[in-house]
């Protein structure tokens, strides 16, 4: 008979849209002993700086389509160029050990982690959605989402900065009933933001 699994360790789900300071908010929760779930990476090269096994695992197309039909995937999102998806041992193994893990994914994703967690893992899913929250972010306006797109990627196109925004927005209004914890990162106000996320975990983390 297979040992049952205690998963001891922390989830915190944090999504949001481009610009609502998700990388920020992990970078800080880092220093304080949080560790990131490393995503695989499919499609492309690691750009400078990035290192295998700390901001993905990069594996070939082929790798990633073996991991998709074996099953081994918690989610995964294939986009025009590269797939992204995470392994569910990634999860499940880090948790086992008490680790407080923090997983960005997309809103999509985010949206459903229950429902995903579910068609994955079964009746086993459950320990660990007890140990999990989602935390949504938002930027306070429309202005401070174009004006911190400008900063980062200098050569965008306005209107397509502009588009992608309008349809953020259209895709909010269809899954914002889902999330219950939803934060508003107000600019210069990271340490704000930060501390309520605390607040919104704290309870299992005594």
């Known amino acids: 008979m297979k040992e049952r699994t205690v998963y001891s360790g922390f989830l915190l789900v944090i999504s949001g849209f481009s610009g609502s300071g998700k990388d920020s908010v992990a970078d800080k929760l880092q220093i304080e002993g949080w560790e ?3 995503t695989h990476n499919a499609g492309r090269d690691p ?3 990035e290192v295998h096994g700390v901001h993905y695992y990069f594996v070939s197309n082929s790798e990633f389509e073996r991991m998709k039909q074996e099953g081994e995937l918690l989610e995964y999102v294939d986009y025009a ?3 992204k998806g995470t392994s569910r041992k ?3 193994e880090k948790l086992a050990t008490g680790k407080k893990l923090i997983w960005r994914i997309d809103p999509t994703a985010a949206a459903n982690v229950r429902e995903i967690f579910l068609e994955r893992m ?3 899913a459950e320990e660990i959605l007890q140990r999990t929250k989602v935390v949504f972010l938002r ?3 429309d202005e401070i989402l174009l004006e911190r797109a400008r900063k980062r990627k200098k050569d965008e196109d306005l209107t397509v900065i502009e588009r992608r925004i309008r349809e ?3 895709m909010w209004e269809r899954l914002k009933e889902r999330f219950e914890h939803v934060i508003v990162n107000k600019e210069n106000s990271l340490d704000e933001t930060v501390e309520a996320v605390r607040a919104i975990v704290s309870g299992f983390l005594v």
Request: cysteine-free.
């Open 81 to 83: 160029e590269t797939k």
């Open 168 to 170: 953020d927005n259209e």
């Open 47 to 49: 750009r400078p700086g």
């Open 139 to 141: 930027a306070e306006s």
């Open 122 to 124: 079964g009746k086993e």
């Open 36 to 38: 990131r779930v490393v």
């Open 90 to 92: 990634e999860i499940t």
